[in-house]
């Protein structure tokens, strides 16, 4: 016993010596950059960020709501990310219990009425750290797993937004294109009833029934568009191929102002690098998990047994405690070679993930200040749509008048049309483009969640 004392003294100061670092947790590392992210916005950085709005409050449209919250239940993507965080959850747990002894009890019997029953009992002394790193590196992977079905979650809110606010574009572009071919009809008949007065000729009629002719090709490649989207809007939901009710694009409502708060905010509500930092972590651990294996790794046992005959017997191995704590001594020698390998390998796999976290904040940075852009331009150019629509509306108006008076050629007619049918489509893109970018603005910035 004497001997087993004096063993765990050296292998105790050891580890006050040299297995102090090997405890030690994973902290950020300095990101001087992060309050630079963001250049050229025009919005306020020190307020409260868009992103902390659920998106019940964000896409206010019921139809659209009730699309979310199903895409939210049934989706596949996402509730595969679920199962992976109850799978690092119960990797987690599996891990706080390798920290605790483990203990079995064996009864066999004979057949001339004798038996035996032995106890056994092990526990693995964590003295350097390995068991606790194995834990701290399971939490990371659990939180990390919870990142990801943050992203999915994320993305999978806006794409579902976007593809509703791509068909309300899709059915005002058709709508828009209905409503030239009607006036493509009327200009055939104005066209033809002064072709027969000899006020034009058979050109402009020709001319205007080929400009209809491709209008009418237009709203077939909208409709097709519109089926193509509603089937990949099911598939999304996790439903089958179906009309998507839905509302119309002009009784849609954002905000007029948007925040994107301060750059640091993207390490807390950014899921892709929340997920980038815990994998950082894990490599954090998983280099002093290899830093522990130089170290031993001292396992305590031991058995007590019973076994029944005419005398009774009972039976103890206290030798086998000594035989495992040198076998422990000794085995990280003959194993140095590899486990200065597996140590090279983890601080690379740390640095590389380093790398990838401070990559992770450059890109959030970057679809941010892109977001933001897009936003600020598309409002200008609505603005711009909505004054040259009501432009070329007079100028088709006042070219048909002179036309039909003689003072104009159908020619002036044809081109007044054909650039409002233009900028009609142009202002429900720009329109979307707004949309599109609010959306992709709180994405960028973590909302969602």
Known sequence: MKRICNILIIIAAAASLTGCGLYRQYERQDLWFVDSLYRRID??????????????????????????QQGLDYNTDLNVARMKVREAEAALLSARWALLPGASFNVQGG????????????????????????????QAAVEQSKAYEHAVQTQLVATIANSYYTLL??????????????????????LEA???????NEAAVLQAKAN?????????????????????FCALLSILPERIERSTIEKQEFPQELSAGVPAELLRRRPDVRQAEHALAQCFYTANEARAAFYPK?????????????????????GSIIANIVGSLVQPIFGRGVNKARLEA???????????????????????????????????????DKKQILNLQASVWNTQLLMKHGNANYLEVLTAQKNLL????????????EIHAVINLYQALGGGY
């Open 298 to 318: 001292l396992t305590l046992s031991g058995a007590l047994g019973w076994t029944s005959s005419e005398t009774g017997a009972i039976v103890t191995d206290p």
């Open 212 to 232: 209809k002719l491709n209008v009418e090709a237009s709203v077939l490649t909208l409709e097709k568009e519109i089926l193509s989207v509603e089937n990949s």
């Open 422 to 433: 233009q900028a009609e489509l142009s202002e429900v893109s720009d329109r979307f483009d």
């Open 111 to 138: 057949s001339s009425g004798s038996f035996s029953a032995s106890a056994d009992a092990s526990w693995q002394a964590d003295i350097f750290g390995s068991l606790t790193n194995a834990k701290r590196k399971a």
């Open 43 to 68: 919005t306020p950085q020190d307020t409260i960020s868009t992103a902390i709005v659920s998106w019940d409050r964000m896409f206010v449209d019921p139809i659209l709501q009730e699309w979310i």
């Open 346 to 384: 983890a601080k690379a796999q740390q640095e590389a993930a380093e790398w990838k976290f401070r990559q992770s904040l450059l890109d959030a940075g970057v679809e941010v200040n892109n977001a933001i852009t897009l936003w600020q331009t598309a409002k200008k150019r609505v603005e711009l």
């Open 169 to 190: 574009m899709l059915d005002e572009q058709l709508a828009i294109s209905s409503r030239t071919l009607e006036t493509w009809e009327e200009n055939i008949r104005t």
């Open 194 to 200: 002064l072709k027969r007065a000899g006020k034009t």
